[in-house]
């Protein structure tokens, strides 16, 4: 991975320092077309220091498999890289801390698309409150750091295993985030539309 998408030592939340094992840095090509930002590290994340490998990254893989993605070919970060006590939300002061990595990180990849996955990405990246399911996929433009980045809302993959009606929706977003980045398996995104 590339060192200087790789936070080594950060203090910038007390809370987190407690509660964490280690900081969860990021994962994939720094050259990748799509870029999925969660919430934050759960206990399993914490334990093998990679973002999404528990249940919600089983789901997850399985809907990038679906779309013609493979997770070795995508970035996938969160909003904080500690995991907050007893797996709650990270706190706004907290999303506020870990903000300047997240834009390190997106300034360096400069994706095509950045998929909100659930509330706290979406509202934390989009900065207003974001109705998740209404608004899973739509894409709006949000600032974060220097730079504008287009933001495919999402449900979060968890969702889908508390409730099976999220599921097509999960799978339909995760398959138009693969069009956006010109790799779905209909070759309809846009770097096939440019060949023309
Ligand atoms: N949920 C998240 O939002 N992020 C992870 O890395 C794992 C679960």
Known sequence: MDDSLCVSDCTDCPRLVDSRSRIVNGVGPTDADVVFVGEGPGETEDAEGEPFVGRSGTVLDDALRDAGLAREDVRITNSVRCRPPENRDPRSGELD?????????????????????GK?????????????????????????????????????????LYDGSQKETFQSTIQTAAELAG???DGSGQARLGEW
């Open 97 to 117: 801390n870990c903000r300047r990595h997240l834009a390190d990180e997106l300034a360096a990849i400069d994706p095509e698309i950045v998929v909100a996955l």
């Open 120 to 160: 706290v990405p979406a509202q934390n990246l989009l900065e207003r409150s974001v109705a998740v399911t209404s608004e899973a996929g739509d894409v709006a433009d949000a600032r974060v750091g220097d730079a504008s980045y287009r933001v495919l809302i999402c449900v979060h993959p968890a969702a889908t």
């Open 183 to 185: 790799d779905g398996d």
